[in-house]
């Protein structure tokens, strides 16, 4: 298994509301990623966890939690985003966090 | 702040001709270097990545070329295909930035057949 799965594939939520983002990955890799994208952008880092533990977070409002429950799991907790939250959310995972990284195919979320 | 930046935004070329896309970066630090091709509505997709200790590495009609002495990076695609249409992106990191893979702008890859 090569893949990096992510769930929902969209997701439209309003501004009160609580959802969740899923990621997995089942290639044994020990980094695994966060990333941003909007519309014509290169994606930005959000944050990394390195052995389930949150190494890297790129001041990143509070109103996004990630949370990392084992090794192939890695969730994105929102809470009353804004509008311009709306994006592509890219989770990625790597061997260690000086190696390549593979990206799932996104969450497209829009905020209404 | 430092960055990672391409030197254009889109290129044009005919199917069957080889491609070039150029990617400037500014942290002198960089030590490792990916590029990605993004598809419409897809994630970024690993082609090839590049160490510092080298200056050229080959893949299946890839080529990256390192020139670390002016901080510029590059992609060849040989015998460029419809399928390349894509967005590509360079990316660097650096062993003492603790997986910050930053990604410069992007060039937008289109094949004309």
């Known amino acids: 298994d090569t893949e990096v799965t992510q769930t929902p594939k969209h997701l439209v939520m309003g501004m009160t509301n609580k959802k969740s983002l899923k990621c997995e990955q089942h290639m044994g890799h020990r980094a695994m990623y966060w990333y941003k994208q909007k519309a014509k952008k290169p994606p930005e880092l959000m944050f990394v966890y390195s052995y389930e533990k949150l190494s890297i977070n790129e001041s990143v409002p509070s109103r996004f939690s990630p949370e990392c429950p084992n090794s192939s799991l890695l969730n994105l907790h929102l809470h009353a985003l804004q509008p311009e939250d709306s994006a592509l959310y890219l989770c990625?995972?790597?061997?260690?966090?000086?190696?390549?990284?593979?990206f799932g195919q996104g969450t497209r979320l829009t905020v209404v | 702040g430092e960055s990672v930046g391409l030197h254009l935004p889109t290129l044009s070329v005919q199917e069957g001709d080889n491609s070039i896309i150029n990617c400037a970066y500014s942290?002198?630090?960089?030590?490792?270097f990916i590029w990605y091709k993004q598809e419409s509505g897809k994630g970024p997709q690993f082609i090839i990545d590049i160490r510092s200790n080298m200056d050229k590495r080959q893949g299946q009609r890839v080529t990256v070329l390192l020139n670390k002495t002016v901080k510029h990076l590059s992609l060849q695609i040989a015998a460029t295909q419809p399928g390349d249409s894509a967005v590509y992106f360079c990316a660097e990191n650096a062993l003492n930035q603790g997986g910050k893979l930053i990604f410069g702008q992007g060039t937008e890859l289109s094949v004309k057949p």
């Open positions: 990625a995972s790597s061997t260690s966090e000086y190696t390549e990284a593979f």
């Open positions: 942290n002198s630090a960089s030590d490792y």
